[in-house]
Every structure is written in structure tokens, then in C-alpha cells.
């Protein structure tokens, strides 16, 4: 599975759109980009993922390059509860493993 | 609520103890996982079951025991840690087949004395 490269940590002042970038380079052609986020004392959740495609649910968008090397979770209006580590993870879903990295530190702020 | 149920959600154990993590979940699916987050690190893969047949053990030592009875129950069995092994456990769930998510529970906080 292919490797994902963050930031550390982000900030973004609340009501306002959360950019969250993620570079994957060596992204190969049958890999999804998946985002999670981990809220302090709880466990990983769920937020979106794709393939190559621009994808929206009821949490954010997923924006993904056209050449697949990079892509950007939106979250458009932030709160103070999506403070949280947000992870980009590329993922095989047939034999992959869900490998998660550091992910970024993002702080919405009042 | 996630459809994730872990039990207990703290657990202090002596070396020497014996305990087990328990995860349960109702979303109907049939593949369970656990993984391992300590302290400043990534979560670590530990052990995959899919319809209840272990299909992953992520070179995991032998005092961490998982067990599989059905789809919806798994258990991690412990015995004998180390300092070293007090850590958030975490385990998840997913149906078979392309695109589908993992849900995970919120842990059991482990420490061990």
C-alpha cells in the first residue's frame, strides 16, 4: 500500500472551511484514498473516501488530483468538535491493510 | 454510537493477570478487527478475522490471544503483559468487498502495572 505524507498539524478558525491536504505520490491505479479522524478518547471514525473521482457525503469532500498524487478533505463550515487527527490512508481494499501514519493535528479555534 | 461496543472501557492489570477485551458489534458484519494504539504512535494492525477465520496475525507475541466465536463477537485474551503493552486497544468491523469502511469502537484504555 502506498504511503501518505501530512502535516503535522493545521489550524482553522471556526465556520470556516477546513482544507486538509495529503500527498500520495506513488498512489497506484487500484488504491483508494480513504480519510479517517480521531477524536480524542475515541476511536477512529469513518469520514470519506475515493478513488479518482470528487466525492461528497453529509461530513465533507474529497478532492483527488487527476493524476492521483495528492488529494483534499473539505470540511466546509468547521466546528469546534472536528478538532480532531485527521488521516489520509491509501488502501488496497481487496488484501490491503487500513495503515495509518501520524495523520494532522487539526485545531478549529473560536 | 458507532455500532462498535467495547468492554471494559479501563482496565488496570498486574503482570501476572489474566483478563480479556471484549468487542461486540450490530452492524452485521463479518469481518473483525484489533489494533493496538500506544502512547505518541500510529495505530497498529494486530489481528484480522473474516467470517470468523483468522486471516491476519500482524507478528503479534503470543500473551495477546484473540478469539473469534461468531461474526459479531471477538476477544482479545490476556495474560502475562509487559509494561510495555499498556496501550488503547481498538477494534473494528467492515463487510467483505470493495469500498467498505472499517467502524471502530472507542478502546479499552489498558495499563499495566
Known amino acids: 500500500d502506498a504511503k501518505t505524507t501530512q502535516p503535522t498539524s493545521m489550524d482553522c478558525a471556526e465556520g470556516r472551511a477546513a482544507n486538509l491536504p495529503c500527498n500520495h505520490s506513488?498512489?497506484?491505479?487500484?488504491?483508494?484514498v480513504y480519510w479517517y479522524r480521531q477524536i480524542h478518547s475515541q476511536g477512529p471514525q469513518y469520514i470519506i473516501h475515493?478513488?479518482?473521482n470528487n466525492e461528497t457525503n453529509e461530513m465533507a469532500s474529497l478532492i483527488i488530483t487527476e493524476d492521483r498524487k495528492s488529494s483534499t478533505l473539505i470540511l466546509p463550515h468547521a466546528t469546534l468538535r472536528d478538532t480532531a487527527v485527521y488521516y489520509c490512508?491509501?488502501?488496497?481494499?481487496?488484501?490491503?491493510?487500513?495503515?495509518f501514519g501520524q495523520g494532522t493535528e487539526l485545531s478549529v479555534k473560536p | 454510537e458507532t455500532g462498535v461496543t467495547q468492554t471494559p472501557r479501563h482496565l488496570v492489570m498486574g503482570m501476572t493477570n489474566k483478563k480479556s477485551l471484549k468487542c461486540e458489534q450490530h452492524?452485521?458484519?463479518?469481518?473483525m478487527y484489533w489494533y493496538k494504539q500506544s502512547a505518541k504512535k500510529p495505530l497498529e494492525l494486530m489481528f484480522v478475522?473474516?467470517?470468523?477465520?483468522?486471516?491476519e496475525n500482524n507478528s503479534v507475541p503470543s500473551r495477546f490471544s484473540p478469539e473469534c466465536p461468531n461474526s459479531s463477537h471477538l476477544f482479545l485474551h490476556l495474560h502475562t503483559l509487559q509494561p510495555e503493552d499498556s496501550a488503547l486497544y481498538l477494534c473494528?468491523?467492515?463487510?467483505?468487498?470493495?469500498?467498505?469502511?472499517?467502524?471502530f469502537g472507542d478502546g479499552t484504555r489498558l495499563s499495566i502495572l
Open positions: 475515493g478513488l479518482k
Open positions: 473494528a468491523s467492515s463487510s467483505q468487498g470493495a469500498r467498505q469502511p472499517q467502524h
Open positions: 478475522y473474516n467470517f470468523k477465520e483468522q486471516t
Open positions: 490512508i491509501v488502501y488496497r481494499n481487496q488484501g490491503g491493510k487500513l495503515i
Open positions: 452492524l452485521g458484519h463479518n469481518a
Open positions: 506513488t498512489i497506484s491505479g487500484n488504491e483508494y
